[in-house]
């Protein structure tokens, strides 16, 4: 147990381990601000070669197809919310427009002072 824990501390982890996160590369990537695995960036994202004459190429690998059909839904779907937010804010704002003009009305239907002014003014 002794050479475990002069082990632990000399590799720089906390004893005792708490889960599989310290492993393959956790806290190295979590300390960098990188993902927990190769979820995204250029190496997973961008295709493995380019043409001279700048064509794109397409894309190669299964893993590839995916992440852009994810990538695609994901987009439909924040595109799709995006507007039902921006739906929602218009029939907040009219719903307004119409409080303010029915406590307008309401207020401008109230019982007015009868006879001139100058009297009430002395």
Do not use: H
């Not at 029915?102 to 009430?120: F, I, N």
């Amino acid at each position: 147990m002794i050479v475990n824990v002069w082990l632990f501390r000399t590799l720089g982890l906390k004893f005792p381990l708490k889960g599989a996160e310290r492993f393959a590369g956790g806290i190295f990537r979590a300390r960098r601000n990188l993902p927990p695995s190769n979820e995204w960036g250029p190496l997973t994202d961008l295709p493995d070669y380019s043409f001279l004459d700048g064509r794109v190429p397409k894309t190669t690998t299964l893993g590839q197809r995916k992440r852009l059909v994810k990538q695609y839904e994901m987009t439909k779907q924040i595109v799709g919310l995006s507007s039902e937010l921006n739906e929602a804010n218009k029939r907040l704002v009219e719903k307004q427009n119409e409080e303010t003009k029915r406590a307008k009305v309401l207020s401008e239907s109230t019982l007015k002072r009868k006879g001139s002014q100058s009297c009430y003014n002395k």
